[in-house]
């Protein structure tokens, strides 16, 4: 697809909401996301978002999307493949259009529900005119905005882009860079691909 300038917000966010947040994690997920954010000293408003938390990582945490304060420039949505759809009608109607899908369980299981659910989401995107990274992805690491979803990255920024569908590709990449000394200007796992690919 050609690129779409709307989407530049997602590069360089003043607002994040993560959608999926958890008072009993498993896994890695929206709690390890905010950790992240935080741990990159992110200078945005992070928004975690669930009905049945209070607060997460000593944000407040809100119970839905249309209760946010202010627009946001990318959701980050963490929750099972199921809610996934519910969750991108909430997008649209709060004018959120970048959206990062880090759940998996879509066309990659080769299971018919999750087939299913995969042209669901693309039928919602399309749609709202969402700008989806993923699903089943990693998504975004720009240390200019300090932002990721890889653990352990730095702040410091490079002169070269990497693109990967793959996730853990996209991790170890970037480790092995960071542990080489080289830095990565930005880092795109595009999983899916169900909107934006390589």
Same mark, same amino acid.
């Not at 935080?38 to 407040?60: C, D, M, S, W």
């Not at 042209?119 to 905005?145: H, Q």
């Not at 002169?159 to 000394?181: C, D, M």
């Given at each position: ?13 003043? %607002?994040? @909401?993560?959608? $999926? !947040? ?6 890695? &997920? #929206? ?49 099972? %493949?199921? @809610?996934?759809? $519910? !969750? ?6 709060? &004018? #959120? ?54 653990? $352990? ?46």
């Amino acid at each position: 697809m050609a690129w779409d300038k709307g989407f530049e917000a997602a590069l360089s966010p003043k %607002a994040i @909401a993560i959608v $999926g !947040v958890s008072s009993k994690p498993r896994g890695w &997920g #929206a709690n390890d996301i905010i950790d992240c954010l935080q741990g990159l000293h992110f200078e945005g408003r992070i928004y975690p978002v669930n009905p049945n938390a209070t607060e997460i990582r000593g944000l407040k945490v809100y119970p839905n999307l249309g209760s946010i304060p202010e627009h946001v420039d990318l959701v980050i949505v963490c929750v099972p %493949a199921p @809610a996934v759809p $519910g !969750v991108l009608e909430d997008c649209i109607a709060a &004018g #959120a259009k970048n959206v990062h899908i880090f759940t998996a369980g879509f066309e990659e299981t080769g299971e018919a529900e999750g087939r299913e659910l995969g042209e669901k989401v693309k039928e919602i995107a399309r749609r709202g005119g969402l700008r989806i990274i993923g699903p089943n992805c990693m998504g975004l690491y720009v240390p200019a905005a300090r932002i990721s979803t890889l653990a $352990g990255s730095v702040v410091e920024s490079g002169p070269v882009a990497f693109i990967s569908q793959s996730g853990t590709l996209a991790e170890n990449y970037n480790r092995y860079a960071e542990a080489s000394g080289f830095r990565f200007s930005k880092v795109f796992s595009f999983g899916n691909a169900y909107v934006l690919d390589s």
